[in-house]
């Protein structure tokens, strides 16, 4: 920078003022520091800035997938550069320890923030990192431990408009298969059905398959579904993984007069170009980016705020696939 | 750290060694010292630490969109991370601006290397990057301007295979509608087409559609090439989002009977559940990732050595859409 100076003969603080971007440096001053920038190749350090400012305006998402499709994630990010900010993310895996890793190696690095997909239950080793001012915002599900803003969307909800459309339909016998219940949406999610099938006095029995989301293990339960004595004629897939792994079960296996009928939690795209159409519970995934952004801003500009946790409706959209009357 | 050497009754240096996991330590003076860590809640200054060792240990991914499908960019995130490699991802939003800028600040933070799916024809503002050490590994694109190690998939050959299964199933006047030519690939790919379609002695005019991957945009070109006096009766898509734009068209508009035979590039999950199944050139996503991380840590580990181009083959998958004959 003393360089730049020299070369743009002007004094070190109107440098310092240019790559701040203070905007009360003239104009002619500035031209002439960018200049010298440019002849010089001068690469401002953001590693030293960050020290002495104090803040790096960078953002980090821990996100279970960084490179899978996810339009709150997606969004939220468009939102935040919008608003100034860096956005760094990284993948957890849905491995606790990663999670850890990720979100310490974040706040060791001076990120201001952490938008989180929050796995397993014990975040108490946020507590340090809150305390030191870092802002945690919790996306899909809740921290466990140190209070954390967080958007849900409203899973209990979602299941209950799966259930009753398939219930609408004619269908007297309706399985779940889902998210493995250690995540807190399968969690949610499974005793949501379960709740629906006690209120219809169905007995549960071979009815939830929770677990991995991996295709071995969902095909095991739709085996198990539909070669139960009294097998079920619909099923509530929990999530789009368990949605996908489905589909694909029942197109290499099952003849498509026995393909019960289904309504998946979570909107994709293609969902409506399948066939039959797939009938799903979409979440409003452009307000949960809003909403994360929202809270990720506030607590940025005032760390002191009290903790708030927004829950965005759901909605069933009917395609097809949910409204097929019972096999046989 | 004053404090956790007083407190863990050590040297300054052992507890140094102990953060810095140097395996030399003895095991009972790296347990106090990791007690009197915990009793404090002492945290390492990932910041300060590297301008010390002149090594983060991350690696940036600059994507097109972070939040997106890209099975590539997912398994060198494993990869990388097996490897003891942190991993942070931006996405650059097809925006040359918005590239440079999040390149540069991987760069400014100290991030040791980035992997970059490159955008524009100006890679300039990554010479003095590469001077400083920054190590730069391009995917699916090369970088324009500096040398640095790239892989690529064999776009060309992946049209010509898409054009001759047509052409082996009937087809007589075949389009393309594909990304914008400004993007390597879509330049690429377009090229391609029009060799292979020169070569069949057929007229280019109103056959080959690049441009914005935009929904309205490729309807308007399916309409084209769908109304035009002589009509296409088959289709080559150039990227899986127009793909996906593409279907969606059709299925909005065009009656099933009228529909065009299509091949697409890349894979997708549900490619093969579709009415009727894609037929596609896959791209070869493990290959590219092992060889985009061989290519990365070579270089971090040697930056002097000489730049590599990987280029890896394409596949068709034949699943029946590429199968039909012409629809009349």
Chains 1, 2 share one sequence.
């Not at 821990?62 to 608003?83: C, D, I, K, Q, Y």
């Not at 250690?182 to 709740?195: L, S, V």
């Not at 929770?210 to 509530?236: D, H, K, P």
């Amino acid at each position: 920078m003393v360089d730049v100076a020299r070369e743009a003969g002007v004094a070190l603080s109107t440098v310092s003022r240019v790559v701040n971007q203070d905007p009360t440096v003239g104009a002619e001053f500035a031209r002439r520091v960018r200049a010298a920038i440019d002849t010089l190749g001068y690469r401002p350090d953001e590693q030293a800035r960050q020290l002495r400012r104090g803040t790096s305006r960078t953002v980090g998402v821990a996100a279970r997938e960084m490179s899978a499709r996810n339009p709150v994630l997606a969004e939220f990010e468009l939102g935040a550069h919008a608003s100034g900010l860096v956005v760094f993310g990284a993948s957890t895996a849905d491995d606790v320890a990663r999670e850890r890793a990720v979100v310490l190696s974040m706040a060791h690095r001076g990120f201001d923030g952490v938008l989180m997909e929050p796995i397993g239950t014990d975040h108490s080793y946020l507590a340090p990192e809150i305390a030191s001012g870092l802002a945690v915002v919790a996306v899909d599900r809740p921290v466990s431990g140190p209070p954390t803003d967080a958007v849900l969307s409203d899973n209990s909800e979602g299941v209950r408009l799966a259930y009753r459309q398939l219930a609408a339909h004619g269908h007297e016998r309706i399985a779940y298969i889902g998210d493995h219940e250690r995540i807190f949406t399968g969690a949610e999610r499974a005793a949501a059905f379960r709740a629906c099938a006690t209120a219809d006095g169905l007995p549960l029995d071979g009815l939830v398959h929770s677990g991995e989301t991996e295709q071995a293990r969902i095909s095991a339960a739709v085996r198990a579904v539909l070669s139960a004595e009294v097998r079920a004629t619909a099923l509530v897939c929990g999530n789009v993984t368990t949605t996908l792994a489905v589909l694909a079960h029942l197109a290499a296996e099952v003849p498509r007069e026995e393909r019960p009928a289904m309504v998946g939690f979570d909107d994709f795209p293609l969902a409506g170009l399948l066939d039959p159409p797939l009938t799903v519970v979409a979440q409003h995934t452009s307000e949960m980016a809003q909403a994360a952004l929202r809270l990720m801003t506030a607590r940025l500009g005032e760390p002191e705020r009290a903790v708030e946790t927004v829950t965005v409706p759901v909605s069933l959209i009917a395609r097809g696939s949910g409204e097929r009357p019972p096999a046989r």
